[in-house]
């Protein structure tokens, strides 16, 4: 082989190998990993304590008069403004008020929706109705968006169903509201399509008018300019079994929800509605956290653009009267992300508490910390029940606020291990006043939480809502 | 008994003979042959011939005619004068029959039952040389000889065969057939009468044989075109062909004729555009000659159908049996391209018997016919290409580097290139500026859109005062030292008359032209005009530069214009050939030395030139000297580290210099690694980058998306395969350049370069500079070095090269027809113009959002796969493509709009106006997207940043076009915008003072040292390459060990 033959071949090995390995790494390593897709965050965050400014948007009181409720964990006072407009109107009610630290307040409101505005964070805002169906209360929210989903409203025997869609931002908005029942196909009243909302404004629809009948309605809300806030507001007339619901919608449908306490009492009743606002069919697992450990999970399965029931009544793996946990979750195939998912509950008692029903929804999975306000004035606390949600054990610590700051463990509630789908029940007392005083739940895994706020109703018929935690606050 | 022989009648054709005459009649006196006469008839000579025939063969009969209308007409005569005969032995007025020619060839008719016989014909001065022994053709009509030029007799083609043409010199026809046929076809004046009737007797069911017993000298006179033609003929050439195809258009029957003609028709079509291509005129003039002659008597042509149909009693597929397959010509012509190179193939056969002379050892000439027929040899290749590889010194050797030292290694047995025709060059760069004009039409006519890399220009005199006070806009304005780019373009544009928009284009659209010219003139010093020329065209072909247009990315452009440069500087300083300096490694080290450091200070000018333009330049050319190191050190082992060490200091030295020429700008990023974004580039999202395919084909843009654009870069590995000594060298260290590119640009798409984010466009620009290089090696390779294998696999690789630049090439000339190389029509000029119209009074800034690559301007990071820019008043201007080192002040507002991402503020309009920021633009697309109108390329941001600025209660979003959203901030700004700060005396002073070493550089570079002249001047007198006279015309070149010789006349010119 001559010399100049020897070069060749050397250059050529060389190549060869240089864009060979080149190959074999770009098709073994494959292509650089895209930015995860970070989910939106959940429509009620209380932004962290260092933020120079924050606010709620509470959508519901357009729909029914009420009060904001402001629980500030903090140490030091918070002072805030609540710009109050109701719906088609355009005289706007402006209140200033302050938070003492660790406490709740009520702020009373006329109807109509409702911004709370802060110079800082650190601050949960729920909207609370009081009627002769009971209290209702659910966190307002603390961002706006351009789709909002509620798994449930029902507009049968005479229940009443509104739709409350506020724009709080300068930006004009216009929506469409359409709703998806269990027996499929998809309702586009065209009464509510293009439903223009100019900056500050809000506006109630009355679902009956437009679908009525409905024993159980998924609902959801686009935006298809601007981004707004939407709330489903539901009230079941009688004594017996009336109740009002605020239904906190989620922003965007995902593949865990979890409710932390429930149960069947006898003559009670306990319904989950599972919809599927996306184009792919949902095989969801129902998890079921028993005292005795965990029961055999169902399986349901969702096709898009529908909803489906589980009665939890009917399922024979629920004991009567014992207290459960219960977590939706949906799965991946081998080429797709797990289709998003929301979910509501319909908890009703025997008719013997006020509320006799309540509609809730349930809380995403992926939080680890939350922010557990004090129940609404004039109510006592049942129980806090906090439910692992992760695949491994977690530890759980509940925390309260001193009044010089800072966060410590309640007695005996400090790094409590959860088996994966346990709950853990933690009742008030003096040493650990949940419900009466704002907590703090950390985990080191997602958990969710539920308190309820009176031992006579059923637990779920009217619960109150934490907040997920960004940062801790203490 | 008396002996019954047929008669003969020897029929010879006269015109004008020769001193030769005497000795053709006296042949024919000696025949053995009992009933032989003879029949002298005279084509129009000056004088009449009979005296002569008389003298030799007093029984003879002579005829004279009144004109000469060519062999043919004359020879058809005879119909009307012989009856009788059994045979006519028809002969040219220059042959010299052996006694027993009429005997074998009578004879041996009789015994094979055949029409026409052939006897074998041999050289007129030297009988043992074979001149023809009955001949083929092809389908087309072309000739094909069964004997080599000059080929021995040594009985090897002593047997009686069926051929198909027997050559006119001397040919014996069956009197019955020869009347049958109506005898020769009087249109076909010369060259083609055999052929047409040796075609037609085979129609008619005659053979034709040849029988090499009977031996003919021939002289050939006519095919040396030494014989008169009749008047009005054109030249041997254009008659071959007319006649050829008048043959095939009269011999084939309806259906074969079907078949043949459409070959014969591309086959001329290529042969013409070849032609034209060449510079071969008179091959072009002879065959669109062929074509109109024909067409002009397509009447007679149907006549001549006529006839023959009514004889034809053989097939055509009987008839085709002793045809050549395929195209003789066509095989001829590949035979000589890759035998004996371009030259040789277009000069025709007519040409080799003169490259065959100049180097067999008798100097004998050949008998190729005259006109380029296209003869081939059917038993194999030509002379021996290693005989005449080593042998061949044709062309003149031209280097470009100048004057060559004795001591210059110089190659032994290699040919030089000879030169291109300015015909040739002229067609072919007309046709590359007619592509670029018409690729670029839009663009000059229209202007260019505001987006990305492509902003207005500012006047000059705010160029020059921006670069005289060191104040700059983009941020918040400030005096934080930017690129001193400003100061040049001012001055460029003061040149160009302070027209903005002229100025725009002549930057934008400059780079192209100049780019090229950068390759032509590195590649000019490997002494192949071929080679430069496709060099060049290939790095025109290359989609690197037209995906930098279409993507807006001025700075891709601008390194696409430097990079060949740049290379061209770090070639030289390799030393390597041929770029060496001929100075050795002991002698003359002080002028050593010096030229070192001239290399430096070069190559460090042009290097800071390129990154005050494009700040990642220095790391460019750093990037460069280290691919050609990678590519020196695997093709030259040990021996490499010299040139390595040469390139990789001129590159550092050269780094060095533009540090200091563009201070203070280059000192304010030494102070720390956070300053380097504008050298290093931004991140982008993971995920987001180009794809290992597009960059393998260097298209990482809508333009060369396609695998045809994969020949360009197949083309580029022929060298590797059959270059040899320095070119091999070369193409390896081409090669490192574009591995290296690669190779960077693939980590970088991986994330694995940690702050190294330079745009894959300005990375890919040195690949395209080794691509195109490689490639004009391969043609080099092809003409120097190949010509010393026999036809094989390198061949076939370059025909496969040589597809590859043409595929390759296809994808860009596709994009010319758009007429703005996908450039977006309407940029964000027009969609952002209404921003002031809306602002409060007294001035206003945005807050731009986006991708890098889809930043208007320059721009700091914000997080990965997002930048920021704040602006004056809405969409910047190109002084806005270099921002300073660090954002300063800015980076508040990116704290803010972090702030309102983590939803820890939902007043950012509140936190942006404390910086008088009245709009936030987040740029999604490189353009607005117009539906039906223009679709440009998507860079989404993070929906994080999107939801962010959605969620604020003090910021506005406005209903605009598609592509960008723009929000404007309800709060009300601080105060008027800040005005012009001035830049400190100690910046302006070391500004100045660095203009000042500029100029003396500038100054210095320009003029050579007195010590180079002296030099120059003492190597002259001592006799080491070239001179001039003191006349200043440069004397005779004297023969030199090594060097060229002038070649021979009548090659290569």
Known sequence: MTRETTRRVALLVAGVLVLTAVLVADAVIGPSAPAPAVPPPPSAVVADAAASSSAWYCAGLAAASGAVLVTNPGRVPVTGTVRSQAAGSTAVVTKDFAAPPGQQVAVDLPQGAATVSFGGGGVGVLEAAVGNAGVTASPCASTTSDTWYFAHGSTAQGVGMAVAVFNPLPTPAVVDISFASPSGGTIVPPAYQGIPLAPGQSVVENVMDHVPNAASLATQVIALSGSVVATVFEQSPGPGHGGASFLDGATAPRSTWAFAQNEDVAGGMNSFVVYNPTSTPATVTVALSLTQGQAAPLVVRVAPQSASVLNADAQTRIPAGAPYGITFSTSSSSNRSAPGIVVARIASSNGSSTPAVGVSSGQAGGISRWLVPPVPPGQSPAGLAVIDLARRPVRVSVKGFRPNGGAVPLPGANAVRLLPGAVYALSPSPATPVGWSPVEVEADGPVAVQLDPSPDSPPGTAPVVAWPLLAALG | ?????????????????????????????????????????????????????????????????????????????????????????????????????????????????????????????????????????????????????????????????????????????????????????????????????????????????????????????????????????????????????????????????????????????????????????????????????????????????????????????????????????????????????????????????????????????????????????????????????????????????????????????????????????????????????????????????????????????????????????????????????????????????????????????????????????????????????????????????????????????????????????????????????????????????????????????????????????????????????????????????????????????????????????????????????????????????????????????????????????????????????????????????????????????????????????????????????????????????????????????????????????????????????????????????WLSGRAPAGGFRALWLADPRALPGGGWQLEPGVAYAVTDGGLPDSTGLWVGSHPASAATVADDVRLAQRHRTVQLGQLLAASDIHYVVVVQSLAPIIPGYQSPALFPVPATLTDALSTQSDLTAVPGQSGAAIYVNEVKAAGPVGANLESSWTYRGVLYGVVVVWLLLVVRLARPPTVWARARRRRSRGGRGTSRSRAGRPPAARPRAGAGIDAPAGVGR
Not at chain 2, 449 to 469: D, E, I, V
């Open chain 2, 1 to 833: 008994m008396e002996d019954l022989a047929p008669a003969v009648v020897a029929v010879i054709v006269a015109c004008d003979p020769g001193p030769w005459f005497e000795e053709t009649l006296q042949s024919f006196a000696l025949q053995d042959y009992p009933e032989l006469a003879v029949l002298v008839l005279d084509a129009g000579s000056a004088e009449d011939p009979t005296p002569r025939v008389a003298a030799v063969l007093p029984n003879a009969f002579v005829r004279r005619l009144p004109e000469n209308a060519g062999f043919a007409a004359a020879a058809d005569a005879v119909l009307g004068m012989v009856a009788g005969a059994s045979h006519l032995l028809l002969c040219h007025d220059d042959v010299a029959l052996d006694p027993n020619v009429v005997h074998v060839l009578v004879e041996e008719s009789f015994r094979s039952n055949a029409g026409i016989v052939s006897p074998k014909l041999v050289a007129w001065d030297d009988p043992s040389r074979l001149l023809h022994v009955g001949m083929a053709v092809d389908k087309g009509g072309a000739v094909v000889d069964r004997v080599e030029p000059g080929e021995i007799d040594h009985g090897q083609h002593d047997g009686v065969r069926d051929v198909f043409l027997a050559p006119g010199g001397c040919m014996l026809v069956r009197a019955d057939l020869f009347a049958e046929l109506g005898g020769f076809d009087p249109a076909v004046v010369a060259l083609g009468d055999d052929l047409d009737l040796c075609w037609r007797a085979q129609v008619a069911g005659a053979r034709v044989i040849v029988a090499p017993a009977a031996r003919v000298r021939h002289l050939e006179r006519l095919a040396a075109g030494d014989r008169p033609l009749p008047g009005g003929a054109p030249s041997l050439q254009a008659l071959q062909r007319r006649h050829e195809l008048r043959i095939v258009l009269v011999a084939y029957s309806t259906f074969h004729l079907l078949r043949v003609l459409p070959q014969v028709v591309f086959l001329s079509a290529g042969e013409f555009a070849v032609a034209v291509l060449t510079g071969n005129r008179p091959r072009a003039r002879g065959v669109l000659h062929a074509w109109s002659w024909n067409w002009s008597r397509r009447k007679e042509l149907r006549a001549a159908r006529a006839a023959l149909r009514e004889r034809r009693r053989l097939p055509d597929s009987e008839v085709r049996r002793l045809q050549v397959r395929g195209s003789a010509r066509l095989t001829a012509y590949v035979r000589r391209l890759f035998a004996h190179g371009l030259e040789a193939a277009h000069a025709g056969a007519a040409a080799l018997p003169a490259l065959i002379s100049a180097t067999a050892p008798d100097g004998d000439e050949g008998s190729e016919a005259a006109g380029g027929a296209a003869l081939v040899n059917p038993a194999g290749a030509l002379a021996p290409a290693t005989a005449l590889g080593t042998r061949r010194r044709s062309g003149v050797v031209r280097n470009g580097a100048g004057p060559q030292p004795a001591e210059a290694p110089v190659e032994s047995g290699a040919a030089a290139s000879p030169p291109l025709s300015l015909s040739a060059r002229t067609v072919v760069w007309a046709a590359v500026g007619l592509v670029l004009l018409i690729g670029s039409r839009q663009l000059l006519g229209n202007g260019l859109p505001s987006m990305a890399g492509l902003l207005s220009w500012p006047a000059w005199t705010t160029l020059l005062h921006r670069f005289g006070t060191g104040w700059h806009a983009p941020g918040l304005g400030g005096v934080n030292p930017t690129s001193p780019a400003t100061g040049p373009l001012g001055l460029l544009a003061l040149v160009l008359g302070g027209s903005s928009g002229l100025v725009q284009k002549v930057i934008v659209l400059g780079c192209l032209p100049v780019g090229a010219w950068g390759l032509a003139r590195l590649a000019r010093p490997f002494g192949s005009p071929r080679g430069r020329l496709a060099a060049t065209l290939v790095y025109l072909a290359l989609p690197v530069a037209y995906d930098a247009l279409a993507l807006g990315r001025w700075d891709a452009l601008v390194a696409y214009a430097a990079a060949p440069w740049v290379a061209a500087r770090l070639a030289r300083a390799s030393d390597l050939e041929p770029f060496a300096s001929g100075y050795g490694s002991d002698r003359a080290g002080r002028l050593r030395r010096r030229r070192l450091l001239r290399q430096v200070i070069g190559l460090g000018v042009l290097e800071a030139v390129f990154t005050m333009l494009v700040p990642a330049g220095a790391a460019l050319t750093l990037l460069m000297a280290a691919g050609l190191s990678a590519g020196a050190l695997v093709a030259l082992g040990p021996t490499g580290w010299r040139p390595v060490r040469r390139m990789t200091g001129a590159a550092l030295g050269a780094t060095a210099v533009t540090v200091v020429l563009l201070a203070p700008w280059s000192f304010t990023m030494l102070a720390g690694s956070q300053r380097w974004q504008a050298v290093t580039g931004l991140a982008l999202l993971p995920g987001t980058g180009p794809g290992w395919s597009s960059l393998l084909r260097l298209a990482v843009g809508p333009i060369g998306d396609s695998p045809l654009a994969y020949g360009l870069v197949v083309a580029a590995v022929l060298p590797l395969l059959v270059a040899v000594r320095h070119r091999l060298t070369w193409a390896a260290m081409a090669w490192g350049l574009v591995l290296s590119s690669w190779l960077v640009c693939w980590t970088e798409g991986k994330g694995w370069t940690a702050g190294f984010n330079i745009t894959p466009l300005v990375l890919l620009a040195p690949a395209a500079v080794g691509v195109a290089l490689a490639a004009g090696l391969g043609m080099a390779a092809f003409e120097q070095d190949l010509s010393a294998h026999r036809f094989g696999w390198r061949q076939v690789a370059t025909v496969l090269a040589a597809a590859g630049v043409t595929v390759g090439a296809l994808p860009v000339l596709a994009a010319a027809g758009g007429g703005r190389w996908d450039l977006p029509t309407s940029g964000y000029g027009e969609a952002t113009a």
